[in-house]
C-alpha cells in the first residue's frame, strides 16, 4: 500500500535555526498539507498545496514557514528561523481528490521537532 | 465549518462493540462527515466518511439520523489495538481541503 514518508524522523535544533522538514507524498496525489501537533494538543492544519501554489494557510503559518515543490517527488516544510513554541510533531499528508466529495488525506509518520 | 462535540474518553473491554457519537448540529448541506484515528506519535488515519444514511467499511460502520445532526462510529469486536483517538471531521465542499481536527475521543480498550 502506497504511503506518505517523512524525514527526519526527529530533529533537534537550536532557537534561531532554519529546519526543512521533508515529506514524499503518494505518487499520484495532487494535494499536498502540513499539519502540527504540539505534545498533548490538537492537530492543528498549517498550509495546503495544489499546482505548485499554496492552496490555502492557517494563522500559524507566518512568514517564518514555506513550502516547496523541488521536485516531482518531494514537498518540504521550512522555518526559517525556530522558536521554542514551534516545537511539534509536524505531519505531512497528500490527497487525490478536493475535500468535499472525499475527505481522504494520507498522513505521514510525521517529524518531531524539538527546539532547544 | 460546522462545530462537532465528541465525548472526551470512552473505555471499553475487547470483544465489545464500541459506538461513539458526534453531535454537529450546524451541520451544512454539503457537508461530508469523516472519521479520522490516531494512535500515539502517529499521522492521523482516514477511517470511514459518509453523507447520510449508513456506511460500512472493513474497519468500521457509519451511522448517520436523516437529520444529520449527529453521527455514530461504531466499532465491531473491538482489541487492545484499537486503543486510540477517534476524531469527527465535518466541513463542506467549499474548503481547500484543511481538516479541523477537535479534541477527539479517547478510547481505551482492556482486556
Known amino acids: 500500500e502506497p504511503e506518505v514518508t517523512q524525514t527526519p524522523s526527529h530533529q533537534v535544533t537550536q532557537m534561531g535555526q532554519e529546519v526543512i522538514l521533508r515529506c514524499v507524498p503518494i505518487s499520484n496525489h495532487l494535494y499536498f498539507y502540513w499539519y502540527r501537533q504540539i505534545l498533548g494538543q490538537k492537530v492543528e492544519f498549517l498550509v495546503s498545496?495544489?499546482?505548485?501554489?499554496?492552496?490555502?494557510k492557517s494563522e500559524i503559518f507566518d512568514d517564518q514557514f514555506s513550502v516547496e515543490r523541488p521536485d516531482g517527488s518531494n514537498f518540504t516544510l521550512k522555518i526559517r528561523s525556530t522558536k521554542l513554541e514551534d516545537s511539534a510533531m509536524y505531519f505531512c499528508?497528500?490527497?487525490?481528490?478536493?475535500?468535499?466529495?472525499?475527505?481522504?488525506?494520507?498522513f505521514g509518520p510525521g517529524t518531531r521537532l524539538t527546539v532547544t | 465549518l460546522a462545530k462537532t462535540t465528541q465525548p472526551i474518553s470512552m473505555d471499553s473491554y475487547e470483544g465489545q462493540e464500541v459506538n461513539i457519537t458526534c453531535s454537529h448540529n450546524n451541520i451544512a448541506t454539503n457537508d461530508y462527515i469523516t472519521w479520522y484515528q490516531q494512535f500515539p506519535s502517529q499521522g492521523p488515519r482516514f477511517i470511514i466518511q459518509g453523507y447520510k444514511t449508513k456506511v460500512t467499511n472493513e474497519v468500521a460502520s457509519l451511522f448517520i439520523p436523516a437529520d444529520r445532526k449527529s453521527s455514530t462510529l461504531s466499532l465491531p469486536r473491538v482489541s487492545l489495538s484499537d486503543t486510540a483517538v477517534y476524531y469527527c471531521?465535518?466541513?463542506?465542499?467549499?474548503?481547500?481541503?484543511?481538516?479541523?481536527f477537535g479534541k477527539g475521543t479517547k478510547l481505551s480498550v482492556k482486556p
Open positions: 471531521l465535518v466541513g463542506d465542499g467549499g474548503s481547500q481541503g484543511n481538516l479541523i
Open positions: 498545496f495544489y499546482n505548485n501554489e499554496i492552496s490555502e
Open positions: 499528508a497528500s490527497s487525490d481528490v478536493r475535500w468535499g466529495t472525499h475527505y481522504e488525506q494520507y
